[in-house]
Structure formats: structure tokens, C-alpha cells
């Protein structure tokens, strides 16, 4: 049983340690070892569409992170509030939201925005305004969908496990709903305000597919990435790897450690 | 009174509104308009033209392959997750100390949110001829391909969803109540007659669960197909990305998208009808 434990986490953990590995290989091929360098880590981080798909993923992940956590974190509230069917319509939509599968996001989103451009760029360019084109805000857009999903979820869960006797407490003690809100929720929201945050941002920063619809002529990292590994295998791209891996990894115990100090806390 | 609720009701709706609007342009009309399109013809550059038509619907066997593939790999996929993920589910739930669980429950579920991009892109590093089949030949086997064979998706399909398994069926198994495993063992039976009829039932409606995730999002992969089936293996994720970036066909790339929407939407209606139904495992299956 310890064993095949073992095993397991061998066989879930060896492939990311690989690539890492990799990185750091002299050759040009990922798979023949031939020395130890750091070359691929420079040459990575100058080559300039790199660094500019690098940027774009970063506006892209930080502008979802903050809208989809501020959207989602004041939906689940208002849900609190609610009650009959229209409440189980936004629950049947966040489930939607995360069950449909990323290609169907990117197709639909991709042909509603075409159908609105469509629509809408005669009478924009009839009084000489811009034409609505596809860009990073059409990205952002179609990320926060799937995210505010995520972290209406983070966010119920958290006020589920709430003490409403703290509430009850401070409308007792005559406090404002509002001051009530910024004195006793939103305190104890944080950690999970945090998480959603965090992970927002890093589902964001990984997105391929939805991306690959939506993004018109920009590049972000996951597509420079994808049409990269298409043409071949090669320790730059376990140079970007390795540095993505280590950030997400990051940011993600970070997450698993508020969404933990939360359930402590209960 | 009636003024104070008034008041709460528009602090409610302000406060879902924002997320209701995204709902309702990115989710519900794009999804409308989805399936409006499937009943129309192709436009001569390529897109939409307005029609009703049953066409696109009677194409789908041209994208048969995709379809065949999806739906062999990904139940088959499904089924071998759910065998390698049990065990250490029930090493998680049963074996492990308190201690230790934690944190190898987190390990479990820390690659499933790193990048599918790289931990697909590893599986190539592997199971491409510089990996396995290189130190296969050392042993005398030449010449053995993995790389863009149906056995590479599969691996990747274990590879990929297997956090996503084993956290369900650890749930269920965790939630058993240890005293019935002392009442089987206390009536005479032995550990693997107890595991046969105690254990392995109750804990299925995790298994059905994990599968039920898992398979919808295996029937929706694009990247593993691409990457590890190597466009001879792919799914119906790979036809969507070809009819609408390379071909332009829309109308029948939104009747192939719908088509499998729906074969979803039916393994989900059979998940609740079949296992949620059952009220005390309702509690179980929704973590």
C-alpha cells in the first residue's frame, strides 16, 4: 500500500521535476543531457516576443484576478440575500460557467463578440468612432467569466462556515449594515478573498484554450508556448517552464494555505 | 416597512447585477447563439449565413473519427483513472495518519492547478524517442512508438485527471463509518469479504463522482490529444479549433459543439438520476 503511495506520487510529481531539470541542460535537445547551464534562462528572457507575450499574460491574469474577484465576492453576497429561483438560476449558471468545457467557452464567446462587432462597427465608424476589434479587453472578458464562477464558490463556502452570532452582535451593538459588512465580514472574508484572488490569477495566467479563440493578434505566454512546443521540443521552453512552474507552485500553496487558515478559524 | 425591503432588494440585485451581466453576454447568449448558428449554412468567406437548415446536424459523421475517438478514449481513460486513483484514495482515508493526510492530500491536488500546457509538454519529453522508447531499445525493444499512439492520450488522460478522482472517492471513503468495517469483521468476515460488501459499496457513489468529472472533461481535451496524440489521435476538441480557426466553418462547428454539449448534458442527467437521487449520498457526491 506504502508502496504503491509512493508510486503514485512519484508518477504525479516526476514529469514537473523533469522539466525542470531540463532547464538547465547545455544541449539544445530537452531530452540529451549534456551538462549543466543556465544559458537557456538567458536566452529565454531575451528573446522579445517572449517577454512581450510574458507582459500581456500578466495584464491579462491581474486585471481578471482583481474583476472577477470583486464581481464574484459581491454576487455571492447578494446571493446570501436570495432566496427562490432566481437564486437557483445563478447557481445552475456558476456550475455551467465551470462544467462546460474551455473549447465551447472559447467558441461561443468567440462567435457572440464577432456577432456584436458585426452589429455594432457600421454605426461606430459612421460617427468616426474606432472599430470594435478583438484584443486583451475580449481576453479579460472571457477569463473572469469561468473565474467569478470559482470564487463565487470559494466565497459561499466561506460564509456558510461564518459565526452569524457576530453579525446578530453588531446589529445588536446598533452598527450600520454597512459598518457591520466592513467591521465583521469582510474581516473574516480575506483569507478567502485572498485565495480566489490567487487562484483567478493563476487559472488566468495558464489559460491556452479560451485564449487561442479570443485573443485576436496578441500572444500571451500559454499560446507563445503552445505553437512553440508544436515545432519541437527545446530547453528554452523548459527554461519558461521551470519559471512558470515555480511561480504558480507558489502562489498556489499560498492559496492552499489561506483557504486552510480558514477552516481552522471555523 | 415595505420601503426598508424595497431598499434590501436593490442592495441584492446591485450586488449580483455585474455578475448576472456576465452571465448572461458571455455565458447564456453566447451559448444561444451557438446553437441558432448550428442550424445555419456557411457563409462564402467563410462564418455565417442565415438559414435553417437540418445540414450541419447530418454532417456530423463526417467528424466521426473525432467523435469515435472521444468517446472510446474518454470512457476508457475514466475507467483507468478511477483504478489507479481508488488505492490511494484508500491509503488516504484509511491507512495514512492524521498527521501525514494533509499534507499528501494536498500534494495530490497541487499539479492538477499547475499548467496543463507543461505537464502535457513533459509527457512528450517522455514518451518521445528521446525518452521511454530510447531506454527501451538499451533492453533490446527498437523501434517502439508511444508518441502519437492511443496509449499516449490514455497516459495522459491517467496523468492529468488523476487528482481530480481521487479526491471524491478519498471523501467517501473518509465519511464511512469505521464501526460497520468492526461489525463485518466482528459477523466472521475476513478483510477482503469486508472490503467486497462494506467498503466498496459505500464508497462508489465517490467513484461515480470522480468519473462523472472526469469523463466530462476528458470528452472536452484539447491539448492533450494535440500534444500527445499528435494530430493522428484527436478529439472532438481538435475538429472544434480546426472548423472554426483553419476551415471557417462555423454553422457545422457549432452543430459539432452542440452535439457535444449535449452528450454531457445526458451523462450528467444520468449521474443525478442514478446516483444523487439517492439522498444519502447526495451529501457525499457534492464536495
Known amino acids: 500500500m506504502r508502496v504503491y503511495a509512493a508510486f503514485i506520487y512519484v508518477f504525479l510529481y516526476a514529469p514537473i521535476a523533469l522539466i525542470v531539470v531540463f532547464s538547465f541542460n547545455a544541449g539544445h535537445y530537452a531530452m540529451d543531457w549534456q551538462g549543466f547551464s543556465v544559458e537557456w534562462y538567458g536566452k529565454a528572457f531575451a528573446n522579445p516576443i517572449l517577454t512581450k507575450a510574458l507582459v500581456t499574460s500578466l495584464i491579462v491574469a491581474s486585471s481578471t484576478a482583481v474583476i472577477a474577484t470583486v464581481v ?24 455551467i460557467a465551470i462544467m462546460v468545457p474551455g473549447v465551447v467557452i472559447g467558441i461561443s464567446t468567440l462567435i457572440a463578440f464577432v456577432t456584436v462587432f458585426d452589429a455594432v462597427n457600421p454605426a461606430l465608424e459612421a460617427i468616426g468612432i474606432a472599430r470594435l476589434q478583438m484584443g486583451l479587453w475580449t481576453v479579460i472578458a472571457a477569463h473572469v467569466l469561468f473565474n467569478l464562477a470559482v470564487v463565487v464558490l470559494i466565497i459561499r463556502a466561506r460564509l456558510a462556515g461564518m459565526d452569524r452570532s457576530l453579525v446578530e452582535a453588531s446589529e445588536d451593538l446598533y452598527a450600520t449594515p454597512f459598518a457591520t459588512f ?32 479570443v485573443a485576436g493578434p496578441n500572444t500571451t505566454l500559454p499560446i507563445y508556448m503552445y505553437s512553440s512546443i508544436r515545432r519541437g521540443v527545446t530547453p528554452e521552453i523548459n527554461a519558461i517552464g521551470s519559471t512558470v512552474l515555480v511561480s504558480s507552485l507558489t502562489l498556489l500553496m499560498l492559496a492552499q494555505f489561506l483557504l486552510r487558515a480558514r477552516t481552522k478559524a471555523r | 416597512m415595505s420601503s426598508t425591503s424595497s431598499r434590501s432588494r436593490i442592495v441584492t440585485a446591485l450586488l449580483v447585477g455585474p455578475a448576472g451581466l456576465f452571465f448572461f453576454f458571455l455565458l447564456i447568449l453566447p451559448l444561444i447563439v451557438v446553437i441558432i ?77 499547475t499548467s496543463q500546457l507543461l505537464r502535457y509538454y513533459a509527457w512528450i519529453m517522455i514518451l518521445g524517442a528521446k525518452g521511454i522508447p530510447n531506454w527501451l531499445s538499451f533492453i533490446g525493444l527498437a523501434d517502439v512508438r508511444i508518441l502519437n499512439t492511443p496509449g499516449a492520450v490514455l497516459i495522459g488522460a491517467v496523468y492529468g485527471f488523476l487528482p481530480l478522482m481521487i479526491l471524491p472517492i478519498y471523501v467517501s471513503l473518509e465519511k464511512l463509518d469505521k464501526r460497520l468495517l468492526e461489525a463485518s469483521a466482528d459477523l466472521g468476515a475476513d478483510a477482503s469479504r469486508t472490503f467486497r460488501q462494506v467498503t466498496l459499496p459505500l464508497s462508489l457513489p465517490g467513484v461515480a463522482t470522480g468519473s462523472m468529472l472526469v469523463f466530462i472533461l476528458l470528452m472536452g481535451e484539447y491539448i492533450l490529444p494535440s500534444f500527445l496524440g499528435g494530430g493522428k489521435v484527436f478529439f472532438i476538441g481538435n475538429a472544434l479549433v480546426d472548423l472554426f480557426l483553419q476551415s471557417r466553418n462555423w454553422p457545422f462547428g457549432a452543430a459539432v459543439s452542440t452535439a457535444m454539449v449535449a452528450i454531457m448534458f445526458v451523462t450528467i442527467a444520468l449521474y443525478m438520476r442514478f446516483v444523487l437521487s439517492r439522498g444519502d449520498v447526495r451529501r457525499a457526491a457534492l464536495v
Open chain 1, 72 to 95: 464574484g465576492t459581491l454576487c455571492a453576497l447578494g446571493l446570501e440575500r436570495m432566496k427562490g429561483w432566481l437564486r437557483q438560476l445563478f447557481d445552475a449558471l456558476i456550475y
Open chain 1, 182 to 213: 466592513r467591521q465583521v465580514v469582510l474581516p473574516a472574508l480575506m483569507p478567502s478573498l485572498l485565495a480566489g484572488l490567487l487562484l483567478s490569477f493563476t487559472f488566468s495566467f495558464e489559460d491556452f484554450i479560451i485564449t487561442f479563440f
Open chain 2, 37 to 113: 448558428y448550428s442550424f445555419g449554412a456557411r457563409a462564402e468567406a467563410g462564418g455565417y449565413a442565415p438559414a435553417f437548415t437540418f445540414a450541419n446536424y447530418a454532417n456530423l459523421p463526417a467528424r466521426g473519427r473525432a467523435f469515435f475517438n472521444t468517446l472510446t478514449l474518454a470512457p476508457f481513460g475514466t475507467l483507468l483513472t478511477a483504478l489507479f486513483a481508488y488505492p490511494l484514495a484508500y491509503f488516504l482515508a484509511v491507512k495514512a495518519n492524521e498527521k501525514q493526510r494533509t499534507l499528501l492530500l494536498v500534494l495530490v491536488i497541487v499539479p492538477f492547478w
